[in-house]
């Protein structure tokens, strides 16, 4: 089974809507955490938010905010007012292992392509 | 800037050629990470180090092999290399702790030919 699972491979959005980019996640650990990323055409893999299992509420920073529905185990990305420097991919990873030990492994989904169009 | 360091960015090899990616990650963190990005795999998990020792592996190869050293930071090593080894590695680095961001590299393009 997937563990992380990323259901639009390509989404548009309008210049200044909001959008929401959808993951779901599979995990039998109590203690997890969830991560987006974003990589623009350029390559590099850059991190948006954090959000804890056991965080009570939504991660948010500046116009990205998680909406976290741990029950139906999904962790989904919200971008406010989008700008065309969004267009870009966009993925969402968990993070599971405990930390004794240092030991964690982090899976990531297949990631959505998102472009926002003026 | 992320405070993870990569070299090189860009690499381009010979089949059956083997090279090495240098990783330095954040000032304070103990945990590396290494992933291959190709377009028909996606990201794959590779391996992680733990303040020197391995903790974690994922689908990695065993013409591959990394460690951590003393000072922090990290070496993939892959050999026999093979047209399919094309893609972006990365290196991510985090502090092992509840709550933890992990910050990634630019990435190393390695080009078989």
């Known amino acids: 089974a997937q563990k992380i699972t990323q259901t639009q491979p390509g989404m548009f959005v309008q210049e200044k809507e909001a959008v929401t980019l959808d993951c779901t996640y599979d995990t039998s650990d109590q203690s997890y955490g969830l991560f987006w990323y974003k990589q623009p055409s350029s390559g590099e893999m850059i991190f948006l938010i954090y959000?804890?299992?056991?965080?009570?509420q939504n991660a948010t920073e500046g116009r990205y905010s998680l909406n976290f529905q741990k029950a139906r185990k999904s962790a989904n990305l919200v971008i406010s007012a989008s700008q065309l420097g969004d267009s870009a991919m966009y993925f969402c990873?968990?993070?599971?292992?405990?930390?004794?030990?240092?030991?964690?492994?982090?899976?990531f989904g297949t990631g959505t392509k998102l472009q926002v169009i003026p | 800037d992320s405070g993870v360091t990569q070299t090189p960015k860009h690499l381009i090899t010979a089949t059956g050629q083997r090279v090495t990616l240098r990783c330095s990650p954040r000032?304070?963190?103990?945990?590396v990470y290494w992933y291959q990005q190709s377009l028909d795999q996606g990201l794959q998990f590779l391996i992680q180090?733990?303040?020197?020792?391995?903790?974690a592996k994922g689908n990695i190869l065993e013409r591959f092999s990394a460690q951590q050293f003393p000072d922090l930071h990290s070496e993939l090593n892959l050999s026999s290399l093979e047209l399919g080894d094309s893609a972006l590695y990365f290196c991510?680095?985090?502090?092992?702790?509840?709550?933890?961001?992990?910050?990634f590299g630019e990435g190393s393009w390695l080009t078989v030919v």
């Open positions: 959000q804890g299992s056991y965080d009570e």
């Open positions: 180090y733990y303040n020197g020792e391995e903790r």
């Open positions: 991510a680095s985090s502090v092992v702790s509840s709550g933890n961001t992990i910050y």
């Open positions: 990873a968990m993070r599971e292992g405990t930390n004794s030990g240092g030991y964690q492994k982090v899976t």
């Open positions: 000032s304070g963190d103990l945990s």
